[in-house]
């Protein structure tokens, strides 16, 4: 995407954090010796990693007993991303040697909602498939989309049915396939899912 095709990024609100973050990703170490940070995606497709140039973050979910924490900076502004191999690598801002970019080491990336790139017709973000509703042909509900399974020819509808909530036992979530054989519609205005799938499937 160039930067022509990136539209601007919404104004966080006050104390920086946008309301609507979300959690796209890690830092995982330095690359290189200037400053370049290597990237995990939590996503195939990192769009949102790529058309955004402010990068949130918070401290990883733990540390060794013995590692002290490093304090995380909470706001990385990105002077360039690309693919590199099998991964992502970034060139940030104040970030220029290699001890500085390990001290980000284990960081989590957030970026704002409303700085992903639209997605295409019938193309949808996982983050916004969770929490909606399913029902099926005859009106019946379904459960509720708590997650998606990525099994390589398509995605996977990971359902609690009503009543239940996660975390639940594999046996107890319904699994639709997210292809057009089985979803008649998407509304996210209704957060509302229609599928011709069987209660009893």
Known sequence: MSDAERKPEPTPLEGGWPADAIEVGRLLDAWGIKGWIKVQAYSND??????????????????????????????????????????????????????????????RIFISRAAFPKADPDEFYWVDLIGLNVVNRQGEALGEVIGLLDT??????????????????????????????????????????????????
Do not use: C, M, Y
């Open 46 to 107: 990192a769009q949102a990693l790529f058309s955004s140039r402010r990068w949130f973050l918070k401290p990883a979910e733990t540390t060794l007993p013995t590692a002290k924490a490093q304090p995380v900076p909470p706001l990385l502004k990105i002077l360039s991303v690309r693919d590199h191999g099998d991964g992502i690598v970034a060139n940030v801002e104040g970030v220029s040697d290699r001890n500085a970019a390990e001290a980000l080491r284990g960081a």
């Open 152 to 201: 390589g020819p398509h995605s996977v509808l990971r359902i609690a049915p009503p009543g239940l909530q996660a975390p639940l036992k594999p046996d107890q979530e319904k699994l639709i396939p997210f292809v057009s054989a089985f979803v008649d519609d998407v509304d996210l205005a209704e957060r509302r899912i229609s599928v011709d799938w069987g209660l009893d499937f």
